[in-house]
């Protein structure tokens, strides 16, 4: 349903620029000295190079791939995105991707709901990029204002914020969560009509669960799991997904990081009623 | 830089027991799954993941399928990682039906990794192998689990008792005349020789050594432990001079070729094993890393023009 | 930032055995001498090395002088460091004449580190020292090492018996009434809890856990072990997972109080061996690299303004 | 005899400079922000500071100390020293030092012959800025003449290479081994009228010896081990000591690095007569 794979290639680049494009997120640019093609969904495993660096590499959502330059957007949260923050232009970065399942292409039936929080953002902005459409709708969720990259979000993008402070002249966001955003939006889809692709923290995922659920709609989502190797053969990564009343482990690596929430009940039993989208 | 006492070119093909194998430098059971995830990934260099290799030892495959160990089941250290994988596998039919025919076809030079709860049940899984996969040209031999710390029944004390190592030996061995058996010992015992000496004396053509650690951590935000099961395989950088001091006293003490696990992440790391006598590496935790560690490996310490 | 669930104040005086000590971070036997060198040094803080340490277990002393292994002694690998020493020591009485009244003196806490090459010799050792120092403050107790691997006679297979254990500890309780006892156990044992118990059984106050791992580092240029007798004992950062679940391993399976050591370098590595319950914690090598580790440690894990 | 004991410091400093002064070595300044003081012939050990760095700190002679910076000279040999090398202006680094036994001071009766060999320059050189008086004589060796740090060099120093190449105009070097360029040099004291200080590789340091025995000189040593704590806790740098017939170890750290060579009769012995100065 998306074309043929594209082969992971594993090369050590050159980063070509690193830097804050908003208060708590950065870009950052690799030259990998040879053409990287990727789907939307999909993400790489980066690294030190040669024996130094983390044991394991540590997982990104594909921000957008130009050429031979990928770029990723990521927040600090640990001592390998620590790391990271600290690479000058010129530094060398191991990368093996692209890796996994993407989000599903575009069918003509149905017009895709895009919602994406924190650092969630590059695998659905990347799809935006690539195949949005007029009617497909885009939402991104941060805590504040200063933290929305507005430089890379179109004017199609609704933006939603915990906090309204922060805001630069002229921008307008909602208050509140990102599924609460999509739910004000003017003219959504009948069931049947959308998918929800989302990516962002546990709690939007539910919301975006519950949300297609109401509504009728599909919904696709990206899920993050601590990863060992990123590419299937470690087993590290495990979700349970439930299909035809049947459990068994998938690789949130290879099967994932995109699931049909569908194959996910157990998204909904944990929250236990106390969805963030009911704030 | 190759040292002058270093003569050996790991890419040729070299006798272990019954059977010749392609070469030296292999992946560890459990780090490079089956051996068919990596066949389209591509580097600068141009060479594929395989090139080289002498054999990938399959994830452990149990007689039954196996869930695994709940999540989280892996946890970054300082130097190396704990695993509690719990050796979920696919089970041993389907395992026969689709891998290794897969493997075959792609031409994957393999050794398979076998569990099993009690030692008299190795003889029939091997049985069964041997009976599927006589014609095959690529699968080259069994490497018996005897020490994944993870599984709850058996699991740990299995593979410390040099009795249970030879139990298992000698099974797996009646049912496998021509083809490589190696037993993977672990090194969470005083003294690891006497276990490879029971391998040997039961008719195994190599030992393995090290499976994991045993290790734990701490997570600081709960104050227990990360891990459900609290303990997990110590793998990676970490643990290297362990596992060269494991691999020097069974060379030393138990006469038997010995295959070196652990830690290894470059050919320096290879070579220390190789200097002490050991005949092939396994590559585990760097394999997981880096797809193309291995293939690295053995062509850092192939001589000849390259 | 310390997490929600500590409570301790690691600075403040405890109760162990017969004994109260004045903290719970030590220094480790053999990383820091006699516990007399580093009296003068200085740091911007203002603090010396000595401030808020519970206790310098002081280097392992043995009946007569050592002068231990051939050189090299040391080798620094990739995530930590082997050593072979040899229990080089003045001996013991050179330590009773010479260092513990200077100990007493500068009013350093202790635990005096014993070795000895029979169980037996522990309790005139014992007995001896109990005479001399019957009066000292500083004084708190004895740590038997009945785990040092370098050692050839005895040395590597001492320790890894219940009974001798329980024959060393014996000896030295009954000489020592009034200071805490410990037991220092190795970790290259299958199972360690079996040795607490036969420590605790004996009655010991506590066990500490651990001493070095074995292990081996190649020179790649002559392709031969870099120290002398092949192994050393693997200790720093890269045997903190293994020493964790050693601790944990004796805290749930023995029912006595443990000292966590292996790879404390930071206050959140200490935490860690408090979170699984150990009651004081000790800094080996990461106080060869800074004299001011463990008081360093010392600080931020004591509560209250400061 | 050379005065009290100056307390170690711990302390994070700041790399200020970190250059080639040579075609092979580098000299560091770090500002350690409190005073630093030493004696010639002492050391200090460098780390990474925090968790991170090596295991080990890395022994190197002090070069020079001006009020709150602490200069070293170092060549790249493995992992240490090569990331001591990549080190910016601004880098962190972890200091303990002054640390060991320094050179003897000056006497009246006897004046200084300074041999020192490559990487070995810092601690008599320092000796000779401090105390070098007209009759001291001090040689520096080196493999070729753009290995000389000529910049650290005043005129005073007599040079010598292994080969004679990359001399910078206007220098001269003598070829051949340190001890060989101070046999040459006119009015060498007489016996019981000077003393050997010297540091460098240990061909230098046997030739060193042996030249004192020649010539009924005095002469003290500053050998290397490899280090675990630096102060004297470990024993892991111990040295064989010969004193009135008897053996102990010294530790290379504290009771050394600088020994007198009457201490040391097995520097002789294992040399087996293929000393370095006698080509
Ligand atoms: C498929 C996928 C895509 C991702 N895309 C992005 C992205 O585009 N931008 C971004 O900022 N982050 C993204 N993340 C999260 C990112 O991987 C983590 O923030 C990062 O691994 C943290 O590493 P650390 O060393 O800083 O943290 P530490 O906590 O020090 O890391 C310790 C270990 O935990 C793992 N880990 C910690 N947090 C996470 C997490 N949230 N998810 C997975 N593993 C984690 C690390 O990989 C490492 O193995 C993604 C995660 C996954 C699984
Ligand atoms: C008292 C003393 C003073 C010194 N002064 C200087 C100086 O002024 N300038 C300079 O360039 N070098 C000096 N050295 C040598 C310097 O310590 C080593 O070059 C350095 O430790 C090498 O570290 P590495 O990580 O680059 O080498 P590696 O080989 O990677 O180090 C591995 C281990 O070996 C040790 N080691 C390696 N070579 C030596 C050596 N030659 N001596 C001692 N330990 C070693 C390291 O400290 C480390 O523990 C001195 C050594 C001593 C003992
Ligand atoms: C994630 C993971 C899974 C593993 N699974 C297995 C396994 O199924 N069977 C087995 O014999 N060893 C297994 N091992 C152990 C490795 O094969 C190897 O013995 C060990 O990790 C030490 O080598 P390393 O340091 O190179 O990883 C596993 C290791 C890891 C890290
Ligand atoms: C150089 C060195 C010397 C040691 N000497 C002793 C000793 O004399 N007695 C002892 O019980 N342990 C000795 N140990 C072991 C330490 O006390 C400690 O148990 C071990 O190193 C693990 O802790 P660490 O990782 O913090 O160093 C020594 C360790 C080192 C590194
Ligand atoms: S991270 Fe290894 S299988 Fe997914
Ligand atoms: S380096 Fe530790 S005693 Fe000298």
Request: with cysteine; proline share 9%; charged share 15%.
């Amino acid at each position: 349903m998306i074309g043929t794979p594209i082969s992971p290639v594993s090369a050590v680049g050159r980063v070509t620029a690193n830097r804050y494009v908003s208060s708590a997120f950065l870009r950052l640019d690799i030259d990998l000295g040879l053409p990287f093609d990727f789907r939307p969904g999909q993400f790489a495993m980066v690294n030190e190079p040669g024996p130094g660096g983390w044991t394991f590499s540590r997982p990104f959502s594909v921000l957008a791939a130009a050429d031979q330059t990928l770029s990723l957007l990521y927040r600090v949260v640990g001592r390998g995105t620590a790391a990271l923050a600290e690479l000058p232009a010129g530094a060398s970065l191991q990368v093996l991707g692209p890796l996994g399942t993407p989000f599903p292409a575009p069918t003509a039936e149905r017009s895709a709901v895009l919602l994406g929080g924190g650092v969630g953002l590059p695998p659905v902005l990347a799809w935006c990029e690539r195949w949005g459409r007029k009617d497909d709708i885009a939402c991104f969720g941060a805590r504040d204002g200063a933290e929305v990259p507005w430089e890379l979000l179109g004017p199609r993008w609704h933006v939603s914020v915990d906090r309204p402070n922060g805001l630069p002249p002229g921008r307008v966001a909602f208050t509140g969560v990102v599924t609460g955003l999509a739910r004000t939006l003017p003219g959504l889809p009948g069931p049947g009509r959308a998918d929800i692709l989302a990516c962002g923290p546990l709690p939007l995922l539910r919301a975006a669960a519950r949300l297609a659920q109401e509504r009728g709609w599909g919904c696709y989502l990206s899920l993050e799991e601590h990863m060992g190797c990123g590419y299937g053969v470690c087993k590290g990564c495990v979700v349970p997904v439930v299909r035809g009343g049947s459990v068994r482990n998938a690789t949130c690596c290879q099967e994932g990081p995109v699931f049909a929430a569908a194959d996910l009940p157990w998204l909904g039993e944990e929250d236990g009623g106390r969805g963030e989208d009911t704030h | 830089m190759l040292p002058d006492w270093w003569q050996l070119d790991v890419t040729e093909p070299f006798t272990l027991g019954p059977r010749r194998l392609p070469g030296r430098i292999w992946t560890a059971s459990g780090c490079f799954g089956y051996g068919l995830h990596a066949h389209d990934f591509r580097s600068p260099g141009g060479e594929g993941p395989y090139a080289g290799i002498g054999a990938v030892v399959t994830k452990t495959v149990t007689p039954a399928p196996r869930a695994g160990n709940p999540m989280p089941r892996l946890v970054e250290t300082a130097c190396g990682a704990l695993n509690s994988i719990g050796l979920e596998n696919v089970g041993f039919d389907a395992f026969l039906a689709d891998v290794l025919p897969a493997l075959e076809v792609r031409g994957v030079p393999n050794i398979v990794s076998l569990a099993a709860t009690t030692p008299e049940a190795f003889g029939p899984m091997v049985a069964r192998l041997h009976e599927q996969a006589r014609g095959y040209a690529h699968w080259h031999g069994v490497e018996l689990n005897l020490s994944c710390p993870n599984v709850a029944e058996g699991g740990h004390d299995f593979g410390s008792s040099a009795a249970t190592v030879a139990r298992c030996v000698a099974s797996a061995r009646a049912a496998l005349p021509d083809r490589a058996l190696l037993a993977k010992l672990t090194p969470n015992v005083a003294d690891i020789a006497q276990l490879a000496v029971a391998a040997r004396e039961e008719g195994a053509d190599a030992v393995s050594a090290i499976n994991t650690v045993v290790g734990l951590d701490v997570d600081l935000r709960t104050g227990r432990p990360f891990l459900p099961r609290r303990f997990g395989g110590y793998s990676g950088a970490a643990i290297l001079p362990i596992a060269l001091a494991k691999v020097d006293q069974v060379v030393r003490g138990a006469a038997v070729p010995v295959v070196g696990v652990g830690g290894v992440a470059t050919a320096a790391d290879a070579l220390k094993f190789f200097a002490l006598g050991a005949v092939a590496v396994q590559v585990g935790t760097a394999q997981m890393r880096d797809p193309f560690a291995a293939a690295g490996i053995a062509r850092a310490l192939a001589r000849g023009p390259r």
